[in-house]
């Protein structure tokens, strides 16, 4: 049988938290709570990532894939701006059955109590990678696919 291959364009991830609590004037670690949280770059993430980090995201995914896997290519791809800024340009917040993608929501991100451990979950940041990877690749071969029927068109 062969396996399933897919885009993952949307990313649901739980983080696994330290619960601290206050006893006796001690703080104690009192277990884990779990928070999840939904990312993806399909709607406005694209645009909010080129806006907090002053670049196109192709081309930083495109640098990240170009380098051989060399010192420099898992310093830039774990680097703290580029997590951040990838993590908090994609996440999508859901209320009252809507979902919101945008400046306020990447700001509103960063006050979560799951950002600080973004930097530290690897299997989040290669998630993360992925599903942006996924998301440009689609909205690469959308582009691709217009210019073609556009092209048509016109002769």
Known sequence: MLPLIFAMKILKYTFRL?????VDDELVEAGEIEETYTFTLLFKGIGVYEELAHQPLLATLTSLGNEE???????????????SNLACASYVKIENGKFHNNRSTAE???????????FTDISFIEELVKMASDCILEDQKGKAKTKANNSSKNQ
Do not use: C, H, W
Not at 18 to 22: F, S
Not at 69 to 80: G, T, Y
């Open 18 to 22: 330290p619960n601290l609590e206050v």
């Open 69 to 83: 896997f060399s010192e420099s290519a898992i310093s830039n791809m774990l680097s703290k701006d580029f997590i």
């Open 108 to 118: 509103e991100f960063k006050r979560t109590k799951a950002y600080s451990y973004i």
